[in-house]
């Protein structure tokens, strides 16, 4: 399970920072409204990303279950990321070969709005052992949210895929 140090997961921290090094053996797609599909490390502007992203399990079958987690480990800031994860979205029970549509939104989609430097935005899939397997969150536990602890407390083992893209404040608009 050894990440390459040219894998994009590890160039850019998410494999360190927020999960352990992992094999990917699911392919998954996110592809915000505006077609701007996810590649890891791409920069994408706020107002692409305003929308809840379709996000496509293409492995598994109809009898495997996933649970998708979105999160923020830059926060308030890259520099100094003291309180490292803030949570942005959960959708548990996705049918496999299905997309997140199908799936239990657990934390609704809240949309990325780094204040401060240029943030990643991670979504990690897993695989879940069975369908309803994951407990529902507290309202207020999007602060100080942790994917590995999240993992382990529903028992769902190292995530199975991951991408990621950056995204800063955008800028006033310029007056003459």
Partial sequence: ??????????????????????????????????????????????TFVTLKPKVEVLGGDLRSFFTLVMTDPDVPGPSDPYLREHLHWIVTDIPGTTDSSFGKEVVKYEVPSPNIGIHRFVFLLFKQKRRQTVKDLPANSRDGFNARKFAQDNDLGLPVAAVYFNAQRATAARRR
């Fill in 1 to 46: 399970m050894a990440a390459s140090m040219s894998d994009p997961l590890v160039v850019g921290r998410v494999i360190g920072d927020v999960v352990d090094a992992f094999s990917p053996t699911v392919k998954m797609t996110v592809t915000y409204h505006s077609n701007k599909k996810v590649c890891n490390g791409h920069e994408l502007l706020p």
